[in-house]
C-alpha cells in the first residue's frame, strides 16, 4: 500500500511542478491532550501517528512527513527548547518539551508534522514556510468540520490565515483569487513579524513575492485523488 501511496504522491509533484467548495469529512472532534506523560513507556511518536491517522489528512501528511525526511518520523524529548513547544531539528526529529498545563491539540501535531513534509531532511526557518504550514493547519481543520476551532499564537495571525483560505482552492490549493491571496499572505507575513517566537533573529522572511505552496499543492493532490485501499 506504501508503494502505491508514494507512487501517487510523487506522480502530483510532477503534476504541479509547473504550477505556481472543500469537502468536509463527517464532523470528527479535534482532540485536546489531557495529560502528556513523561513515564518511561510512553511512546511521543506512537502516540502523534496514532492520533493524526485516524483521519484521511492527518494520515496524508505523516506519510508524506516519513518519505520527505527519509529516516522516518521520530518525537523527542528536550530541554533546549522552550517548555510547551515542538521544533522540527531535521532528518524526521522533533523536539518537544513538556510545561505545566500544556493545551496542545491533534492540530498543533499536525503543523509541526507538516514542516517535516515541507523541509524533508534539512530545515529552512522560513515565515513563508510558516504561513503555508499554517494555511495547512486550517484545512485541516475544516476537513474534520472544525475550522471554528481553528486557532495559532496570535489573534491577528488567525484572522489572516482564515481570510487567506478563502483565496485558494481547497481541492487543489491553487490560487483562485490571486490579489486576496496576496494581500493576506502579505498581512500574515507581518502579523508572525510581530510575535516575539518568530522575531528571536532566526527566521528568514522568505522571498515576500515568492507565494510557493508546493507542499500544501501535494498533500491535497494526495488527499482527494489517491485511491484508498
Not at 514556510?129 to 495547512?136: F, G, M, P, S, T
Not at 490571486?178 to 499572505?185: D, N, P, S
Request: hydrophobic share 40%; net charge negative.
Amino acid at each position: 500500500m506504501d508503494k502505491i501511496r508514494l507512487t501517487l504522491l510523487l506522480f502530483g509533484m510532477s503534476l504541479l511542478s509547473g504550477c505556481s467548495d472543500s469537502i468536509v469529512e463527517e464532523s470528527m472532534p479535534l482532540k485536546t491532550e489531557p495529560q502528556l506523560s513523561r513515564s518511561t513507556d510512553f511512546d511521543m511518536t506512537e502516540y502523534v501517528v496514532e492520533l493524526l491517522t485516524d483521519n484521511q489528512t492527518g494520515w496524508e501528511v505523516v506519510f508524506f512527513a516519513q518519505s520527505r525526511s527519509g529516516s522516518g518520523l521520530v518525537f523527542e524529548e528536550s530541554q533546549f527548547i522552550p517548555p510547551n513547544s515542538m521544533r522540527y531539528m531535521g532528518n524526521g526529529v522533533i523536539y518537544y518539551h513538556i510545561g505545566e498545563g500544556n493545551q496542545w491539540t491533534d492540530q498543533l501535531f499536525f503543523h509541526e508534522v507538516f514542516h517535516v513534509a515541507q523541509n524533508g531532511k534539512n530545515v529552512q526557518r522560513l515565515l513563508t514556510n510558516e504561513v503555508e504550514a499554517y494555511l495547512a493547519q486550517y484545512l485541516y481543520c475544516e476537513y474534520l468540520g472544525k475550522e471554528n476551532k481553528f486557532s495559532t499564537v496570535d489573534g491577528y495571525l488567525t484572522h489572516n490565515i482564515v481570510k487567506l483560505a478563502q483565496a485558494i482552492d481547497h481541492r487543489t490549493g491553487f490560487i483562485k483569487n490571486e490579489k486576496l491571496f496576496k494581500q493576506y499572505f502579505s498581512a500574515s507575513l507581518r502579523a508572525l513579524e510581530l510575535i516575539p517566537m518568530y522575531n528571536d533573529g532566526t527566521w528568514a522572511r522568505g522571498n515576500a513575492e515568492d507565494y510557493n505552496l508546493s507542499t500544501l499543492e501535494i498533500l491535497l493532490y494526495g488527499l482527494y485523488n489517491a485511491i484508498w485501499i
